[in-house]
Structures are given as structure tokens and as C-alpha cells.
């Protein structure tokens, strides 16, 4: 049989995916993690609203618990969105502002201390993203800062290593903040975690380690972006959410996830990822992008190298001798 | 090879580890050996300004310049002599 793409190749039949998802979610949950609900952190945006809702499918409203956790630097329409949705949802949900905790981390401390290094005249008043420059068609990547003083123009410059992993390592203080209040939770209602990447997200190791990319199940790990976008659809989500461009609601600038890591969008990403998985042919993946054959190369390329570089995010704790004695306890995933 | 060789050679041998650093021909894509990732590429740029006072524009930063020994080796002399 042909694997030629052609866009309905991202098609689903949505009803029958959401029945075999919320199954396997209440086997998982159930069976082999033996919890008896789960805990999702509601960002207000596509993936963590549809995994929402497959939960109030598999498991009801009530053995679920939703958590809003905004910080100094969410955008309002996070948490609005998301109390939308828990309460069309009708499941419980509770806001921690974790910008406190973050503060006394030093969180946005070392990174403002990184920013001065680039831009000394910055101030925490100023707005501020970063975006990925080059790209995936350009076949080599790197990154810019980018800031707004209040009320002044954006100015951008191209971040050196030392400060560009400084910034990313402070950021990541926000993942694994709202991990550690998700874990609280899960442990005193003995509840399970739920990890919300989508397909592109995860295989391109668009994630913390030990954040968000932490968690007991990932429901929709296996599903393109827009196969999300089609099950949102299907399971009544707003249509705030279900129009909605994804972002990283991670900076003070507006920032489109295409900008700081894909380079595509994701519409695109998804086909390229989709032709790369099914070993299509560049020229193809060229014309199904509207791209040319060598662009289409270097997305494959880079496909390859994100993973390469990403390799080490899904490692889990490598131990010098296996420990076999504990085979017998980990419950099968069948 | 070239002293700007050279330097450069033992530059990634010494600064990212991994073990395909060490056998690498000059042609080998950095890349595709997996011997540096996007990270990496910043950290060699600055590496390369600091080192050789040269100035990496944006749209320099294309493999044809960077993902080889060799190709960084006949950036770095193209730069220091201004064409």
C-alpha cells in the first residue's frame, strides 16, 4: 500500500480515537499505576484542554483535579482560559500563583542577570522573548534575544551560548515549579500525573526535563498537532482554544513556539514530521509545504538533529548495573 | 593543515565531548556526526569571534561556512584577509 502523503493522512476518526485514548487512560491509571484520579495543569491552550477533557471522559469530574499556575509573566488569557474550560468541563480546579515561589528561587534573577550581560541598560520592566533565528530550512539554527523597554521600540541581538543557556536554565525554573505543586497534589489524593505534549513536542524534545516533561501518562503523545486541534474540536472545546496559535506563555513577549524552537509552523511541522516518520522522498515533503527540495532537506536534517540533541531529555536515570531484581514489579504495559 | 586548523580542531576535541571529535577528517560534517547540536554552533561562534577577532553575521552562519573543520577553517582565513 502506498504511503504517499496526502493531507487527509492526518485525518482522524475522532470518535473512535477518543474511545481508544480514554480506555487505555483508565487502564494506565487504574491497572498499571494503580491511582485513583489524575491531576492535569490547565494552561488554557490546546493540548493541556483536550487531555482535560479526555480525563472528564475516562474518568468523570470527579476523580480529577485541575490546577491554574500562573506566574508574573503568564499571559492573563492563560488562566482565564483555563477556568473556562475546567468549568465547561465541570471538573475542580484550584490556582497556585507560583510567581512568589519563583522569586525566591532567584528565577528571574539569573536571568536578568544574563539579559544585562547583552542588554545592560535592561530592566525587569522591560518585555522580553526569545526567538529562534536561521531555522529549520536554513539548515543551521541559533537564537535572539529580543526586548521592548516600556512604551520603546523592540531591539533584538543574537544571544552567546554562556547567556542563552543561563536565560533557558532560569526559565525552566517555571516547568518544574508547577511539576513539584502538580506532585503535591497528585500524592496527597494518590492521584496520577498528566503530561500534555503533543507528537511534534515530544519526538523534537520540545520539553523540560523534569518538568514538563515529567508526568505518570501522556495521553497525547502519539497525535500530531493538528490531530489535537481536530480532537478539541470533536470533544466541544471553546473556540478560544480551538482557534488559538500555540505559544510558550513562558516569556514577556508574546512568543509562538514556531519562533522559539520548530522554525515552521505547525502546520508544516506536522507533514514534515509525518513524510520523515514514513520515509517520503524531500521533493515530496517540498511540494506538500510549497518549499523547495533543498529547504525540505534541511527540515529533515534538522528533524534528525533535534532529536539528536533531545536524546538525552527522554533518557531516564542510566545506572552502571541493571537492578533485575525489580523487573518483576514494574506492571506491564499491555 | 593550518595553524587557524589546528586551533580550531583542538578547540572541538577539547570542548565537546564526545568521542567522534576525535577521529574527525576535516570534510565531516559536525552535524551530521553528531559532534555538535544548535548549542553547540552558539558556543563555536563565540568561540571564533573571541578567538580570531573576526565578526560572524547572521547570514554567515550557513553549513557551507560552519559544519566542518574545513569549512570553518576556510571561513575563518576568508574573514582575516577580508574577502
Request: glycine share 8%.
Amino acid at each position: 500500500m502506498s504511503t504517499e502523503y496526502h493531507p487527509q493522512r492526518l485525518q482522524l476518526d475522532c470518535n473512535t480515537e477518543i474511545d481508544r485514548i480514554c480506555e487505555r487512560m483508565r487502564y494506565i491509571v487504574r491497572e498499571q499505576l494503580r491511582r485513583k484520579g489524575v491531576i492535569i495543569a490547565m494552561s488554557g491552550g490546546v493540548d493541556s484542554s483536550v487531555c482535560a477533557a479526555l480525563a472528564v471522559r475516562a474518568f468523570g469530574g470527579t476523580h480529577m483535579l485541575g490546577l491554574l499556575l500562573p506566574e508574573h509573566e503568564s499571559a492573563a488569557t492563560s488562566a482565564q482560559l483555563g477556568q473556562v474550560v475546567a468549568e465547561q468541563l465541570g471538573i475542580g480546579f484550584l490556582t497556585e500563583h507560583i510567581g512568589p515561589a519563583l522569586d525566591a528561587a532567584g528565577c528571574y534573577r539569573h536571568r536578568d542577570d544574563a539579559i544585562r550581560r547583552v542588554f545592560p541598560d535592561y530592566t525587569p520592566e522591560w518585555k522580553l522573548k526569545i526567538v529562534i533565528a536561521g531555522g529549520a530550512m536554513a539548515g543551521m539554527t541559533f537564537f535572539k534575544l529580543v526586548v521592548q523597554p516600556p512604551g520603546g521600540e523592540l531591539r533584538e541581538a543574537r544571544l552567546p551560548a554562556k547567556e542563552y543557556l543561563q536565560i533557558v536554565a532560569a526559565t525552566n525554573y517555571k516547568q518544574r515549579f508547577r511539576k513539584a505543586i502538580e506532585y503535591f497534589h497528585a500524592d496527597r489524593l494518590h492521584y496520577a500525573v498528566i503530561g500534555t505534549p503533543n507528537r511534534l513536542e515530544y519526538d523534537q524534545g520540545f520539553f523540560v526535563k523534569g518538568g514538563d516533561g515529567l508526568a505518570d501518562l501522556k495521553p497525547i503523545a502519539h497525535l500530531y498537532k493538528t490531530q489535537v486541534y481536530q480532537l478539541a474540536r470533536a470533544l466541544g472545546l471553546p473556540d478560544a482554544v480551538c482557534n488559538a496559535r500555540p505559544t510558550t506563555d513562558t516569556y514577556s513577549l508574546s512568543q509562538g513556539q514556531d519562533e522559539f524552537y520548530f522554525g515552521l509552523p505547525y502546520e508544516k511541522m506536522d507533514v514534515a514530521l509525518w513524510c520523515h516518520n514514513h520515509g517520503r522522498p524531500a521533493a515530496e515533503l517540498a511540494a506538500a509545504i510549497g518549499v523547495s527540495e533543498s529547504a525540505a532537506t534541511r527540515v529533515y536534517a534538522d528533524i534528525e538533529s533535534k532529536r539528536r540533541a533531545t536524546a538525552y531529555l527522554h533518557t531516564p536515570p542510566v545506572l552502571i548495573d541493571a537492578v533485575t531484581e525489580l523487573k518483576n514489579f514494574q506492571r506491564s504495559a499491555s | 593543515m593550518s595553524d587557524i586548523g589546528k586551533q580550531i580542531r583542538s578547540y572541538i576535541e577539547e570542548n565537546f565531548i564526545v568521542s567522534a571529535a576525535a577521529t574527525l577528517n576535516d570534510g565531516d560534517s559536525l552535524l551530521d556526526k553528531g559532534v555538535v547540536d544548535s548549542t553547540g554552533f552558539i558556543e563555536l561562534i563565540t568561540y571564533l569571534e573571541e578567538q580570531f577577532g573576526i565578526q560572524v553575521r547572521d547570514n554567515e552562519m550557513v553549513p557551507e561556512n560552519l559544519d566542518s573543520i574545513g569549512n570553518l577553517t576556510a571561513y575563518v582565513q576568508r574573514k582575516l584577509s577580508g574577502t
